[in-house]
């Protein structure tokens, strides 16, 4: 199964680790804004939104406060894309040398992540990258398991792979999940303290013990213990304003910040966008990660109805969609998510793309079909079925009771990202779409909780 992180990887190639800068450097410095902690840079034709200093800012309290450290001034390079990166930051992809990020999207948290930690220290690679996956509130990540025998291999690895011009998804899986373990160890000082003090190394031995003397444990013991789901997510402090609870609505920017928003009980959550951006919830203390956003991108309002329990979560949009989220949320308590449920209170989907959400404590590997999440929908025409999230589980069908057996993927088999398939109002009623997770070849006690979903959009 590969995570959210790895199919970003591959079907993008923008998160990177620090340092994997060489070659010659031309530099975006035609326009300049600062504030109190940021240098801002870009080319001249590059349109800035001044406000972009403010969401710097933001994060960067956010993120001092959580972890217990004072970041230095931070010098942001905004290249006009993708290709001049490659052709004049000194990278093949994305990167952050020092206090210097190299990035072609207004605010690429990864790599921010990296500069705001350059004056803590400079550790092994694997508490570099680690942090950078496990600290993010605007694109939450999730670690793929990894054989706890495969520790050493993780860290002596190293990050990028210059001949096959890839990252190496081992080191930030196994960092990830063990920065989450660290963290949950005690206050964020400590952790501070850890990475302040270690050495640089690839050294699956001299790391291990720089562990044992700061933890009093041996990794390999540890690395048995972090394959559970509460290690796999990412973590968010979840400071941001809240969407408020009376409908009014709250507005963002697209791949910039994030807003929250607070569950009480198990419940039907419904959220508006008046933008053209999907967007998705996703949990602050350990993200179940969101897959990734395929194209094409929404060309105007959007629906997300998600199946979440009580908690406190974040509200962001997939990586790379631009503009201004405008976010209304409303929220029904409901339990039961039955395929007669589903009938009994059907999503009007009008003009609107929908997407359909299960979050990770609530997503079953399933063994009958009572334990899939329905969802029921009034379709105005031909629509365009596919799945975000790796390992969803979906079953389309006209009728409670027209189910065969065993269980079968009757929308098609559906790949993450993929275009999807094609499928017709019935002619009387909504459509019905279960949603689960599958074991994506893997036993399930491999399995990893996140949450699944499902995209539903006007066909062309």
């Known amino acids: 199964m590969r995570s959210s992180l790895q199919i970003r990887l591959l079907a993008l190639a923008v998160v990177t680790l620090a340092g994997a800068?060489?070659?010659?450097?031309?530099?975006?410095?035609?326009q300049l804004l600062t504030s109190a902690h940021f240098r801002y840079h870009s080319r001249a034709d590059t349109v800035l939104d001044p406000t972009i200093m403010d969401r710097l800012e933001a994060y960067r309290t956010e993120f001092d406060a959580t972890y217990g450290v004072q970041s230095g001034i931070v010098d942001y390079y905004r290249f006009s894309d993708f290709a001049d990166v490659v052709a004049n930051s000194g990278c093949p992809v994305p990167c952050t040398n020092g206090r210097s990020v190299s990035a072609f999207v207004p605010l690429h948290e990864h790599e921010l992540v990296h500069a705001l930690m350059a004056d803590v220290g400079r550790p092994a690679l694997v508490l570099q990258e680690g942090i950078a996956q496990h600290a993010a509130c605007i694109q939450p990540n999730l670690a793929d398991p990894l054989d706890p025998t495969a520790w050493a291999a993780a860290v002596s690895v190293g990050g990028f792979d210059y001949a096959t011009n890839s990252s190496k998804g081992s080191l930030y899986d196994f960092g990830q999940r063990l920065v989450a373990w660290m963290r949950a160890q005690g206050p964020p000082a400590r952790f501070a303290d850890f990475y302040r003090q270690g050495i640089f190394t690839s050294d699956p031995a001299l790391f291990d013990v720089q562990f044992e003397r700061a933890w009093g444990r041996r990794l390999s013991d540890v690395a048995a213990e972090i394959e559970v789901d509460r290690y796999a997510g990412s973590f968010c402090a979840c400071t941001a304003p809240a969407i408020p609870a009376d409908g009014t609505p709250a507005s963002f920017a697209a791949g910039e910040e994030y807003r929250t928003l607070d569950v009480v009980q198990d419940s039907r959550v419904e959220l508006t966008?008046?933008?053209?951006?999907?967007?998705?919830?996703?949990?602050?203390?350990?993200?179940?990660?969101?897959?990734?956003?395929?194209?094409?991108?929404?060309?105007?309002?959007?629906?997300?109805v998600a199946r979440m329990s009580a908690g406190r979560y974040l509200v962001t949009t997939p990586e790379l969609e631009t503009g201004t989220a405008t976010v209304r949320q409303v929220q029904t308590p409901q339990v039961d998510w039955t395929c007669e449920a589903a009938v009994a209170a059907p999503i009007h989907v009008g003009s609107k793309e929908v997407v359909l959400w299960v979050a990770a404590d609530r997503a079953k590997v399933p063994a009958a079909l009572s334990d899939l999440t329905w969802f029921a929908l009034d379709l105005p025409g031909p629509s365009i079925v596919s799945t975000f999230a790796p390992d969803t589980f979906v079953i389309c069908n006209r009728s409670c009771n027209a189910f065969g057996s065993p269980i079968g993927r009757s929308c098609g088999d559906l790949v993450a990202g993929d275009e999807g398939i094609a499928v017709s109002p019935p002619a009387s009623g909504p459509l019905l779409i279960g949603i689960g997770t599958s074991t994506g070849g893997q036993s399930t006690d491999r399995q990893v909780a996140h949450s699944v979903g499902v995209r539903v959009r006007p066909a062309p």
């Open 21 to 30: 800068c060489r070659g010659p450097e031309d530099l975006p410095n035609d």
């Open 273 to 304: 966008n008046d933008g053209a951006q999907q967007v998705f919830p996703a949990s602050c203390a350990s993200s179940g990660g969101y897959g990734f956003g395929a194209p094409p991108a929404p060309t105007g309002p959007t629906l997300t």
